[in-house]
């Protein structure tokens, strides 16, 4: 079976999560592309968007639509091109609505299982649970007759495991797409060992389709992404956690989250990430990697304690962040949850004191929006940390040791070959989590 | 003509610009350049007839019917003659001509000519489509995504291969740099605010066929504009009766409308002979040649087309255009100063208002009020000459004024 056959019939599972959707979106544009393709023109294409909730599945097609246009209108020039032989189509805005009518027409929506029994490949995206991920792609394998491949975009669980559970005989991989999968371009890809070579070589291909920059880590759990991502929190939650005895919970948030920010030039900060991510995804991940690797320090009681209160994190549908360890407006941190008091305190009401405490920035200093786009970045990056570590006050001590931690855990992860090389690490640092720079560097 | 006025040229590039917030609709252009012309026209009492020029307002806008606006500027014009003209990214130049016709037959003695166009309404990959009626709809269907950029790709193309790629592609480059430069003079221009430190690099980002054109990139082409502009068209007794003196206004000596035939591929790409016929017709009828001009604002929707137009004036042997460019000949204070406040790439390009800004502009520097963009008019080269043209070289208004 070639590409084009192997790809006619794909299924999503999980398919109105917030991964799945993204997954589907870009299956859907891929399947559409090669449809259109001469040679394919007779034949069926069917991609089933299968998720538990019906109600999720409508604002899914929402979704879609919206998504889709947006995939059509960046690409018109190539699609006037595949729509040539179409007399009908003329203008840019009847093709582009042709697309999408296109992609919507190979898409069906169900919230049954055995949707997926005809699938020749099938796309994993459910909740990061072994046991149900293992029983569902056990029973689709049971139940289908088409021998399917399995693609899971687990970020935590090795594949050899799933592949083991549930019987595959090699016939999985790991395709594990970064959030949202649609704009995020990383892609972890993890081939286990035994793994059908038809299948790589098939979702090598794909990956590139969709245009990912493909890592291969080790199959180990959490990966180079969750490897870093869980371990850097932990480090950020124990400082926390000491400073806390100084002076006070919340406003050790505020400050370690500040820094982890500001003064390591990313993106977001330490505590504002895992709320992104989600408290309880965060738990789960940790969880699995704290079994699967043997390391039982990969756990966190302060975690433990947000999920029994009911602080979780995570996005509401239209991408909004949910209240987590901060409480948000328009998008920025406003306040600090403080698990004692099971209440949320204003940063308002804590800055000057936190602030003074930090220190100021080095004046060379430049926000990470502006940094992340100039040329001649790792100059100004080098001269920044150099002035840092010429500074005594507490935020820059406190950043040096954690850009330390972060270079550890990053050759760590090279040592135990879950990741090939520091340059695997870097790309994944620097295109799925947005550093500025790569953890492990020379500064 | 005299009591000139533009709004700002406003899209991409204004730092007040959001993509994702409302804006001034169409109503908002013609009726702050109308006011505006009308101010110094000494009100609407003095104006015996209005003409709009307009592309598509009825695609990016919905809205057809634009003479009737008039009445809208000013209550005075109510019972009034007024009616749109269209002759694509020339309408602008086709108001002009229908005003100075008016005025020639006798039939008015002020009128107010005004171009307009609201384009940021939609995305440019729908703009493109809109735009493409300015071709034969039979070639669409044939055409590139971005079909008018994909015309000039094409002349680019052909002419690259007969003239040399790289040196073409630098003029194309010096050529966004002055634009961008003069445009920074100009508070109303759409690149007005424009700090890159690197024009030329800029503008020398490699074509990217896949997304764009094979021979053209962004900084190639002129921008997505709202705007508006208008001006006064006065017969002597119509300035008397504006109280406008004549050192305010600019005399319009020679002028020529040309088409050619929209179903017919160009000839010779490289050339644009429809631009050569009608700019020689208008400096014949004014008794001039290209030596007597003092500056020149020319139809640049494409760098290529502004090197095809310097050609096909005679300021360069054909492949020469480029070195002119690249030489400063066209600067500000160079042999002969071109599109003094940025043109279609630098200051904008309000499709159907282009040919009113281009009158305004020179209106402007022949009478002194061009503030920081003025040049200087030497004594023994007292004309000047604006180029409009619609489609691919299909319709073209070539104007002479002079200095009264």
Redesign the interface.
Known sequence: MNYDERIRRAAVLGAAGKMGSGILLLTAAEMTDISLKPENKNKVFNLFAIDISEEALKGLRKYLAIQLLKIAEKKTVSLRQLYRDRPELIENEDIIRQYVDDAMSIINFSTRLESAYDAHIVFEAAVEDVDLKVNIIRQIKDNSNEAPWFLTNTSSIPIAELDEKAELDGRIVGFHFYNPPAVQRILEFVAPEGCNQDLLEFSLKLAKNMKKVVVQPGDFAGFIGNGFLMRDTLYGIAEAEELAKEIGFPQAVYIINRISNEFLVRPMGVFQLMDYVGIDVCQKIMLVMADRLDKPQLHSPLIDKLISQGIKGGQYADGSQKPGILNYEKGKPVKVYDPEKDAYVSIDSLQDECDAFIGPLPESHKPWKSVIRLPEKDVLLANYFGELKTMNQNGAKIALNYLENAKNIGLQLVDSKIARNAEDVNTVMMTGFFHAYGIINDY | MAAGYNTVSFGTGRKEFNPRKPRPGIEHYISEAGQGSLKMLGGAKNVDEGVVGNFMASRFVKQAHLGAFMPFVDEGLRHKPSHRVEGACASGGLALVAGLRSVLADSADVVLALGVEVQNSV?A??G??IL?GAGW?QE??DG???FFPGNFSDRAGAYFEKHGREKSRKAFAHWYKQAVENARLCSTAQEYHNTNPDLVSLALTPPN????TEHLNVFDCSKVSDGASAIGILSEEGLKKAGIPRSEAVEVVGWNLSVDNITEKPKDLTKLETVATAAKKAMNMAGITIEDLATIELHDCFTIAAVMILEALGFADPGKGGDLIINGDTSRDGRIPVNTTGGLIGWGHPTGATGVHQAVTIWEQLTGKAGDSQISIPDNKQYALSINMGGDDKTVVAIVYKKT
Do not use: E, G, L, M
């Open positions: 995305k990959i729908y493109a489509d493409a709809f669409r269907k590139h995504a971005y066929p896949k997304f764009f």
